[in-house]
């Protein structure tokens, strides 16, 4: 596929619990983002990396939230003691740059 | 820093022309604009993007005056399938990083 994949489209799981989202990224892409989208409200920024490293991570609500990149390519972001606020759709892209992001269909994550 | 504002709702119908005005103030030198769109259940789209005058492809055009601090995405000859949220986009620098603001969620009636 040409697109970003994401894994898993949807998980659910208990208060306390610790998940981990996987993006995979279009071939060649340099530039890989993470954003949380809430039900009405539009995508909020949480982490960009540029490479193998984080360029921006001022978007990560607090240290339970953690994302890594380590080949440039594939990106895990892992949430820790999951709360019940941190229910949302996940969503990854990637871009050349600073230009036009392609976005995956997102994991939908429930915390119960 | 810039930030974007957008009309949080429109209506239209079917065969109009839909525009969908951004304010973005601070919007700096080197900054370009982009629209996405987003689908229920679906991630964002991009539509067009532009940094100044005037863009048009396929599906939109960009209009954006010489002080840039405003954009304005037209839809020509809406239909039901353009129904959605967009997104008016631009860096927020430094860094790169593009924020999202609520978006107009557009509803088009038949």
């Known amino acids: 596929g040409a697109g970003v994949s994401q894994t898993p489209s949807n998980k659910v799981t208990e208060k306390g619990k610790y998940v981990e989202l996987r993006c995979d990224p279009i071939?060649?892409?340099?530039?890989l983002y993470w954003y949380r989208q809430s039900l009405g409200q539009g995508p909020e920024f949480l982490i960009y990396f540029q490479g193998t490293g984080a360029a921006d991570d001022s978007g990560l609500p607090n240290d339970r939230f953690f994302a890594v990149r380590p080949e440039g390519s594939v990106s895990t972001l892992k949430i820790q003691r999951t709360e019940r606020g941190d229910s949302a759709v996940y969503l990854c892209?990637?871009?050349?740059?600073?230009?036009?992001?392609?976005f995956g269909e997102g994991s939908r994550l429930t915390v119960l | 820093l810039a930030k974007t504002t957008q009309p949080i709702s429109m209506d239209s119908y079917e065969g109009q022309e839909v525009n969908i005005t951004c304010s973005h103030n601070n919007i700096a030198t080197n900054d370009y604009i982009t629209w996405y769109q987003q689908f229920p259940s679906q991630g964002p789209r991009f539509i067009i993007q532009?940094?100044?005058t005037k863009v048009t492809n396929e599906v939109a055009s960009l209009f954006i005056p010489a002080d840039r601090k405003s954009s304005t995405l037209s839809l020509p000859r809406v239909s039901l399938s353009d129904t959605a949220v967009y997104y008016c986009?631009?860096?927020?620098?430094?860094?790169?990083?593009?924020?999202f603001g609520q978006g107009t969620e557009l509803s088009v009636k038949p």
């Open positions: 892209a990637s871009s050349l740059g600073i230009g036009e992001l392609f």
């Open positions: 986009l631009v860096p927020y620098n430094p860094g790169g990083k593009l924020i």
């Open positions: 532009g940094y100044k």
């Open positions: 071939s060649g892409h340099t530039a």
